[in-house]
């Protein structure tokens, strides 16, 4: 249980352009889903968390119109990267928590942004 | 705000030897998870330890939660190559959902 799917794995985009990312939970319903940003050999920095049915929350330096966040359902958030630069080109992770207490948070595989 | 220190952040080993990465946070923390990721992977839930001194085990895998509830270990014995990977603690945001990870230890072993 808990699974959480993400799409697309990778992508390429040239600059200017605009991208979605979608995650879903596929066996559970999440009011909540994380997403992160990770550049090569570094860790996991959370950028915003998505709330459904409410406005996501952007951690300090995020901004909120560059990463568009919607959580219209209860298995289904997407993130949308506006007006991409290379410097946007990271590996962007989304997550929920897992089911029961003790279960951690389950991680999407991924999505590899690249933009040139 | 809140950080989470991990070292080292790289260890080179031989396969058969013990590994041990640390987890050092500022804040106390009400429970800390241990996360490990594969090369171009995403990452896995480990564990959970919510208890001041709890250990707990998963076969050759020894978790550690401080007696102060700020910092944490993790300790592999008799290392195999399976166990490559970057192990990351992550403790909760304080105030608020989400985690804030450590910079991980990258585990890179020798045959």
């Known amino acids: 249980g808990a699974v959480v799917s993400q799409h697309p794995s990778w992508v390429i985009c040239k600059s200017g352009t605009s991208v979605k990312i979608e995650c879903r939970s596929l066996?559970?319903?999440?009011?909540?889903m994380f997403w992160y940003r990770q550049f090569p050999k570094q860790s996991l920095m959370l950028m915003a968390t998505?709330?459904?049915?409410?406005?996501?929350?952007?951690e300090q330096g995020v901004e909120k119109d560059k990463f568009l966040i919607n959580h219209a359902s209860l298995t289904l958030s997407t993130l949308t990267v506006t007006s991409a630069h290379p410097e946007d080109s990271s590996f962007y992770i989304c997550?929920?928590?897992?089911?029961?207490?003790?279960?951690?948070?389950?991680f999407g595989s991924g999505t590899r942004l690249t933009v040139v | 705000g809140q950080q989470v220190m991990q070292i080292p952040q790289y260890q080179h080993v031989q396969e058969g030897e013990d590994f041990t990465t640390y987890c050092n946070s500022s804040?106390?923390?009400?429970?800390i998870q241990w996360y490990k990721q594969r090369p171009g992977g995403h990452p896995v839930f480990l564990i959970q330890?919510?208890?001041?001194?709890e250990v707990k085990k998963q076969k050759r895998l020894t978790f550690q939660f401080g007696e102060a509830k700020k910092n944490s270990s993790l300790h592999i014995t008799a290392t195999q190559t399976t166990d490559v990977g970057t192990y990351f603690c992550?403790?909760?945001?304080?105030?608020?959902?989400?985690?804030?990870f450590g910079k991980g230890t990258h585990l890179i072993i020798q045959p």
């Open positions: 997550s929920a928590r897992g089911v029961g207490v003790q279960r951690g948070y389950t």
């Open positions: 066996d559970f319903q999440a009011t909540t």
């Open positions: 998505s709330n459904e049915g409410s406005k996501a929350t952007y």
């Open positions: 804040t106390t923390l009400s429970n």
């Open positions: 330890l919510v208890k001041s001194g």
């Open positions: 992550a403790g909760p945001k304080g105030g608020a959902d989400g985690l804030t």
